[in-house]
């Protein structure tokens, strides 16, 4: 390594441990900011390897907080928190491991929730049964990320009365 190389290779890990002191990062977002470094393959993931032996990087610990986050905060279901993390080029297995985790009391109140604001924002009376609103009261929630057995067992939990039948 030269002077010229040492500098940037300072610089950049410096400025990505700093990046990864702020919240949990993956491999791949610190890869991300590395790409804007003039550095080789080798020195990055020199970097990344240092990042991980100091625990600044751990991809189990950024996947169980993504999860906690999406659920908590954004009320993502499953699919659409798994795809998230598949975007960040987390491997499936610490994915499903994550997932299974998660705090299914949390999830399952968040899935009623949306499916209470939608139907209100829907005008619809809990015991009407409108193929067109229940179609869109699924297809919202769906859209969220909410395996339909999920939907179903929401729904018929809060006591409204949809056809499953297509």
């Known amino acids: 390594m030269g ?39 080798i020195e990055k993931n020199k970097i990344i390897l240092w990042l991980e032996n100091e625990q600044f990087l751990d991809e189990k610990r950024f996947c169980k907080a993504f999860v906690n986050d999406k659920v908590t905060f954004s009320r ?24 299974e985790n998660m705090d299914r009391k949390v999830y399952m109140e968040n899935l009623s929730i949306l499916i209470q604001r939608k139907i209100k924002s829907l005008k619809m009376k809990p015991e009407e049964n409108h193929s067109q609103t229940q179609a869109k009261v699924i297809r919202y929630v769906a859209n969220r990320g909410f395996l339909f057995s999920e939907i179903e067992h929401a729904l018929q939990n809060s006591g409204i009365s949809f056809d499953f039948t297509w």
Request: aromatic share 8%.
């Open 76 to 99: 993502w279901g499953r699919l659409k928190i798994k795809q998230g993390l598949l975007q960040k080029r987390i491997d499936s297995v610490l994915i499903e491991e994550a997932l």
């Open 3 to 41: 002077a010229i190389n040492h500098e940037e290779y300072s610089k950049a890990l410096n400025r990505v441990a700093s990046y990864c002191s702020k919240a949990e990062r993956s491999k791949w977002d610190v890869m991300q900011r590395l790409a804007k470094f003039d550095l080789s393959a």
